[in-house]
């Protein structure tokens, strides 16, 4: 089900737009007016992005954004107990029930699990201040439990009923170990929050202790070479065929396609590695969020806000594209995530960055081993883990590089810090050999 929110064309009086909200149900789209109007100057895409705003009625920022996380949270799982396509009545009366309105029809019921569920979604998401991403994540977790039983009640989660939960999530959804003990884990977040609310009486969930054979992925970034080689990449003509060599050493053609977009990927892949922005961040930074030597952002996974200096080469892709305009002010031109990630492999694979990476995980309880050229595993995020693992090597002390990145703690650091330790060590030998051939 995808759930967004836009601004409406009309503006009232006071210039203010109405938010609207987009649902599709069952293959069908569904559209309705939320109630609320704002300046379109404080819209962010799907949120009300200054927090001190107040509208021409009197409604806050913080009223309008509870009413979209409610919208957003009762929507997203929804479509679990959904069993043919609603009315447009249907769906507005939904809308109400969402923001809690008088005017649903809606019959009474004896709650179930899963409309237990949906209420911490919605609670949960709206003090948490949950992002649209984690909202999927419980979306997900949702249809995992619908799959495994759509008419679960608490009492099956006795030491059997879990072990069976996680044994369907390995075994018949094939998850990697570590998907399964998110789930898990997920699964304990909920049954907990019932617990305090008095809705379920199975309190097994805190005594049990599975093992989940969890091995951590290397870190994929760039190399400072590899990074300006991309940099630097002239992209080729569509339709031409580039010669290259696979990781087994083995010449192939790859055909550009796309060279525009590929173009676009290269620049805003190379803003992140050059400013340690996560690809949500870049994709909503405005203009005015630009000075002469930093920007200044309110990350989307944290809701901190960082100033973060900026260099050379980040300079210089603003100015290529500071000429041009696009939607609500933005800095840079926006290529959706998944299409980014496609461009990403492509470019890189261009580039020949082909190095065997083998990675190491469990899938249904079974050691799996998998080596691929590095290219395939490069995606939007590695922009930002180049430069944390760069600035590291660089020297750069560890407190100043989680000031740019808003990191708040060494634990999420650690993984970075014993790459730039291996990178250290590496330069010092070839230090040392230098010396030895005088």
Same mark, same amino acid.
């Given at each position: 089900?995808?759930?967004?929110?836009?601004?409406?064309?009309?503006?009232?009086?006071?210039?203010?737009?109405?938010?609207?909200?987009?649902?599709?149900?069952?293959?069908?789209?569904?559209?309705?007016?939320?109630?609320?109007?704002?300046?379109?100057? $404080?819209?962010?895409?799907?949120?009300?992005?200054?927090?001190?705003?107040?509208?021409?009625?009197?409604?806050?920022?913080?009223?309008?954004?509870?009413?979209?996380?409610?919208?957003?949270?009762?929507?997203? $799982?929804?479509?679990?107990?959904?069993?043919?396509?609603?009315?447009?009545?249907?769906?507005?009366?939904?809308?109400?029930?969402?923001?809690?309105?008088?005017?649903?029809? $809606?019959?009474?019921?004896?709650?179930?699990?899963?409309?237990?569920?949906?209420?911490?979604?919605?609670?949960?998401?709206?003090?948490?201040?949950?992002?649209?991403?984690?909202?999927?994540?419980?979306?997900?977790?949702?249809?995992?439990?619908?799959?495994?039983?759509?008419?679960?009640?608490?009492?099956?989660?006795?030491?059997?009923?879990?072990?069976?939960?996680?044994?369907?999530?390995?075994?018949?959804?094939?998850? %990697?170990?570590?998907?399964?003990?998110?789930?898990?884990?997920?699964?304990?977040?909920?049954?907990?929050?019932?617990?305090? #609310?008095?809705?379920?009486?199975?309190?097994?969930?805190?005594?049990?202790?599975?093992?989940?054979?969890?091995?951590?992925?290397?870190?994929?970034?760039?190399?400072?070479?590899?990074?300006?080689?991309?940099?630097?990449? %002239?992209?080729?003509?569509?339709?031409?065929? $580039?010669?290259?060599?696979?990781?087994?050493?083995?010449?192939?053609?790859?055909?550009?396609?796309?060279?525009?977009?590929?173009?676009?990927?290269?620049?805003?892949?190379?803003?992140?590695?050059?400013?340690?922005?996560?690809?949500?961040?870049?994709?909503?930074?405005?203009?005015?969020?630009?000075?002469?030597?930093?920007?200044?952002?309110?990350?989307?996974?944290?809701?901190?806000?960082?100033?973060i200096d900026l260099n050379a080469h980040a300079k210089a892709i603003l100015d290529k594209y500071k000429s041009q305009t696009y939607p609500e002010g933005l800095a840079l031109p926006v290529i959706s995530n998944q299409k980014m990630n496609g461009y990403i492999k492509d470019l890189c694979e261009l580039c020949g960055f082909n190095t065997p990476i083998t990675e190491v995980f469990y899938r249904a309880g079974e050691r799996v081993e998998e080596t691929l050229p590095k290219y395939e595993l490069i995606g939007t995020h590695a922009g930002r883990r180049t430069f944390i693992c760069f600035a590291l090597a660089s020297g750069i002390p560890p407190q100043v590089v989680m000031k740019w990145t808003g990191h708040s703690?060494?634990?999420?650091?650690?993984?970075?810090?014993?790459?730039?330790?291996?990178?250290?060590?590496?330069?010092?030998?070839?230090?040392?050999?230098?010396?030895? #051939?005088?």
């Open positions: 089900m995808a759930v967004r929110f836009y601004l409406d064309a009309h503006a009232n009086k006071a210039g203010e737009l109405p938010i609207r909200i987009s649902v599709t149900i069952l293959k069908k789209r569904f559209l309705s007016t939320i109630g609320h109007c704002v300046d379109p100057a $404080v819209w962010d895409g799907n949120r009300v992005s200054k927090n001190k705003y107040v509208n021409s009625k009197g409604e806050s920022a913080k009223d309008i954004n509870s009413d979209i996380f409610k919208l957003l949270s009762h929507f997203t $799982v929804y479509e679990s107990s959904v069993k043919e396509v609603p009315s447009q009545e249907e769906f507005k009366n939904q809308c109400a029930l969402a923001l809690g309105g008088e005017e649903c029809k $809606v019959a009474p019921k004896e709650k179930t699990l899963f409309d237990n569920l949906a209420e911490f979604i919605e609670q949960e998401s709206a003090v948490n201040q949950w992002a649209y991403a984690t909202c999927q994540c419980w979306k997900t977790f949702t249809n995992h439990l619908t799959k495994f039983n759509k008419s679960i009640s608490y009492q099956n989660f006795d030491e059997n009923g879990i072990n069976k939960f996680v044994s369907f999530l390995r075994k018949t959804q094939n998850l %990697e170990e570590k998907t399964v003990q998110k789930q898990f884990n997920n699964l304990k977040w909920f049954l907990n929050w019932a617990i305090r #609310k008095g809705y379920c009486k199975q309190e097994f969930i805190n005594k049990y202790r599975p093992k989940f054979k969890v091995l951590e992925k290397p870190v994929i970034f760039l190399t400072k070479d590899e990074l300006l080689k991309l940099y630097e990449y %002239e992209i080729p003509a569509n339709g031409t065929k $580039v010669k290259l060599t696979d990781m087994n050493g083995n010449e192939y053609e790859k055909t550009v396609q796309e060279a525009g977009a590929l173009a676009k990927t290269r620049d805003l892949f190379c803003f992140c590695a050059f400013t340690s922005l996560r690809y949500s961040d870049m994709a909503k930074l405005k203009r005015t969020d630009v000075s002469d030597k930093k920007i200044y952002i309110v990350t989307a996974k944290t809701n901190d806000r960082l100033p703690d060494y634990k999420a650091m650690k993984p970075y810090i014993d790459i730039a330790e291996k990178v250290k060590e590496e330069q010092m030998a070839v230090f040392e050999q230098g010396l030895a #051939k005088n």
